[in-house]
């Protein structure tokens, strides 16, 4: 049987918010997508429930969490993107619960965004069947973003984001985008934004020496460039970057 084509993502949209669990989790998961919203007039911003800090064994958390953070910044700035906030929940041990839907819906009623972007909330990567085991703190992130983007439109869920922090309600979320999905409805031309996907990539230099001991840009350049041919042939011929689109209005 063969997999149906993937429909373009909406573009009639202003703002966007991508939430992630870690650095470079949008650089490889979706970059290429981000640079041409930019590139469009598009705004973006990311916000990471984490710095990353327990991802690198021979660096201690108390020095990584500061590096990821700056290497994520400069990452995002490659494909257009200037706002990155980090929450400061715990790498590696990220809970999903009300404290997290609560931080993701603050953030949420902050920027106000149409779009919201996350990350593969499923138990596993690629097939469903077979695939590899995805980690807890990508399955709570995920998950919570797909909650939040509803509780920051109701007063009555976390309503001391409106009486402490004056985080007035938002109900204009349209869409919540999940990047890395097996079952991927939407899709976006990859080619405008791939080679700033590849230095967004790039620019996680320490954790890239200690994940691969290839040349940093021809892994780079050889993950990222695989990935979006094998939507191809579902987007039209175009490399894509794919994504499962919930609507929610």
């Not at 979706?30 to 973006?44: I, L, Q």
């Not at 906030?85 to 949420?108: C, K, N, Q, T, W």
């Amino acid at each position: 049987m063969t997999d149906p084509q993937l429909e373009p993502m909406p573009d009639d949209w202003e703002r966007a918010l991508a939430v992630v669990a870690h650095p470079d989790d949008l650089e490889y998961g979706c970059s290429a997508a981000v640079a041409g919203w930019t590139d469009a007039g598009k705004d973006v911003t990311y916000l990471l429930a984490s710095r990353g800090e327990a991802g690198i064994d021979t660096i201690a958390p108390v020095e990584c969490g500061p590096l990821r953070e700056r290497e994520q910044r400069a990452s995002a700035a490659v494909v257009g993107v200037s706002a990155v906030e980090f929450l400061g929940h715990r790498d590696g041990v990220i809970e999903y619960g009300p404290a997290l839907r609560r931080d993701i819906a603050a953030a949420i009623r902050r920027h106000r965004p149409e779009l919201v972007i996350t990350l593969n909330h499923r138990d596993t990567w690629g097939p469903v069947v077979g695939g590899w085991w995805s980690t807890p703190d990508h399955r709570a992130v995920g998950r919570a973003t797909l909650d939040a983007a509803g509780d920051a439109g109701n007063r009555w869920i976390f309503p001391e984001l409106l009486t402490e922090q004056g985080l007035q309600p938002w109900n204009g979320v349209r869409w919540v985008a999940v990047a890395g999905s097996s079952t991927p409805t939407h899709a976006v031309d990859a080619t405008p934004g791939l080679e700033r996907s590849v230095r967004s990539l790039m620019e996680h230099h320490t954790y890239l020496e200690v994940l691969t001991d290839k040349d940093p840009e021809d892994y780079c350049r050889e993950f990222l460039t695989g990935n979006v041919r094998q939507l191809a042939p579902r987007f039209g011929g175009l490399p894509a970057v794919g994504f499962e689109l919930f609507p929610r209005q």
